[in-house]
């Protein structure tokens, strides 16, 4: 079968904005003062969904594993080691203006730029297009230290987290148990000052990475490199990505960084095309031979009968991207009995609510008296909802709208026989369940396997 070449789905790029904004997962950032272009602040349910994301990232990356420690550096590092690690000389995009319409480009992205004047023309197509030579444009952002801001003062905000493992190597080494091959995995913010970022949470300056470093014996360096990329396609398609929306792309020979002797990244067929997902790089020693250098400091992994500066493999991916991806993939339109809902179809560990409480009449003291120690029960093991407003259908939308699997609905039967209803957002099936038992069901149900669609 050939690879998909247009996403299939009634998602666009918009309408998930849309979705986000209404529902409060995302909000365009400092919205009163009229937006800062493509910054985002995330609301309670976005809040909630890339916790979800990271979480299980760190579950499959370290707490399920043996070999993997956490990490958590500073975001502003002594400015030597971007010196080191090649960033000062060479961490830029080609930069082009247009001299005519203003407009800035990345030479790199012509292709899917539109004209300032004519947007279904690209930079450069019209008469009228005068567009400058490409320039390096350092992509990391300045900042000082101390009260005087001189040559000396000067520092970067991270545009990775990567860095700040490898300087870690060695009280990292020194303090814990490891030995090669054992990673370092850290979640963060990043900074980069993209020329053009741009749809909606893909490409921002301000960004969270999940970013893991494996230090490997240089003859393993290859078979780790494979193992990674087929765990972390893994990692996505367990959580529910659509697999004829996921790949791996191989970087051809002349799109590799300095640093790296293989790349693959993982693509998601995003509305906007095949897009980067995640880059797993084979970064050989260029880091800790690097950084070894420039400090002084030999970072090397010294065993009983052997010595050797371990070779990396990188896995590095962005917690916002990831969001994306999972809200994208999830979100879903369709007529149930002549009306239209909208539908996150979210794997359970990552929807923002796991389970809505809903007495079927908010006023009925009642079905209030059984809702209410429900939820307060589930509440404690799981994210839960208590929702008493607005007629059920209302209700239902709206939990269908933020991606909650399961609503518990508490009727005039429960005060008969003990009995609730639980409802599936997916099938939209309901079957009555004992009161009693539903804890230990939905617990059940999120260790279970996920079926998506
Ligand atoms: P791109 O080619 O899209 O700019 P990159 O190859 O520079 O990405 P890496 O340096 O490999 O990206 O970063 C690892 C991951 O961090 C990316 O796969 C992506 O998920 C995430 N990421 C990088 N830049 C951004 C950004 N500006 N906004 C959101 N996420 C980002």
């Known amino acids: 079968m050939g690879e998909l070449e247009v996403y299939e789905g009634t998602a666009t790029i918009e309408k998930v904005a849309a979705l986000g904004r209404r ?12 937006g800062l272009g493509s910054a985002y602040d995330y609301g309670h349910y976005g809040v909630l969904l890339k916790q979800n994301v990271k979480a299980e990232w760190q579950r499959a990356m370290v707490q399920e594993r ?53 947007p279904s023309k690209h930079p450069g197509e019209t008469a009228d297009c005068d567009l400058t030579e490409a320039r390096a444009f350092n992509l990391m952002f300045e900042t000082s230290i101390g009260p005087v801001r001189d040559e000396g003062s000067l520092a970067y ?21 490891v030995k090669p091959p054992f990673g370092i995995a850290q979640i963060g913010k990043s900074f980069r ?35 990674w990329i087929a765990e972390r396609r893994r990692w996505y398609l ?102 239209e809902r909208t539908v996150l179809r979210l794997h359970p560990r990552l929807a923002p609510v796991k389970v809505a409480v809903l007495p079927l009449i908010g006023k009925d003291d009642g079905l209030v008296g059984h809702a ?30 933020i991606g909650t699997p399961w609503a518990l609905t508490i009727d005039h039967q429960t005060l008969e026989d003990g009995t609730v209803t639980i409802r599936d957002r997916d099938s939209l099936a309901q079957e009555r369940i004992p009161i009693d038992g539903a804890r230990a069901l939905l617990e059940d149900r999120l260790r279970q396997p996920w079926q998506p669609r």
């Open 157 to 177: 905000l991270r545009p990775e987290t990567a860095q700040g493992i490898f300087i870690n190597f060695k009280n990292v080494t020194s303090s814990l148990r």
């Open 66 to 118: 043996d070999d993997i420690v956490m990490l958590d550096s500073a975001i502003i590092l002594h400015p030597q080691v971007w010196v080191a690690s090649g960033h000062v000389g060479g961490f830029s995009d080609p930069l082009v203006d247009c001299r005519t319409c203003k407009h800035r480009y990345r030479a790199d992205h012509i292709g899917d730029a539109a004209c300032g004047r004519r």
């Open 23 to 34: 529902r409060g997962f995302v909000y365009p950032s400092s919205d009163i003062y009229g």
């Open 372 to 401: 209410r120690p429900l939820y307060e029960e589930l509440r404690k093991v799981m994210s839960a909802e208590y929702d008493d407003s607005a007629s059920i259908g209302k209700r239902y939308r709206r939990q269908d709208e």
């Open 193 to 227: 000052n993209e020329i053009t970022p741009g749809n909606f949470l893909f490409r921002t300056r301000e960004f969270e990475q999940m970013e893991m470093e494996f230090f490997v014996p240089p003859a393993e360096s290859v078979k780790w490199y494979e193992y």
């Open 238 to 339: 367990d959580l529910g990505l659509r697999d004829t929306h996921l790949r791996v792309r191989p970087h051809d020979p002349d799109e590799l960084s300095h640093y790296s002797s293989g790349t693959s990244d993982l693509e998601y067929l995003f509305p906007i095309g095949w897009s980067e997902l995640e880059g797993i790089a084979n970064r050989g020693d260029f880091d800790l031979t690097a950084h070894a250098e420039a400090s002084g400091t030999k970072l090397e992994w010294i065993g009983h009968e052997e010595r050797y500066v371990p070779h990396v493999i990188e896995p590095a991916a962005g917690a916002d991207r990831a969001t994306l991806a999972f809200l994208v993939d999830a979100y879903d339109e369709e007529e149930v009995g002549g009306d």
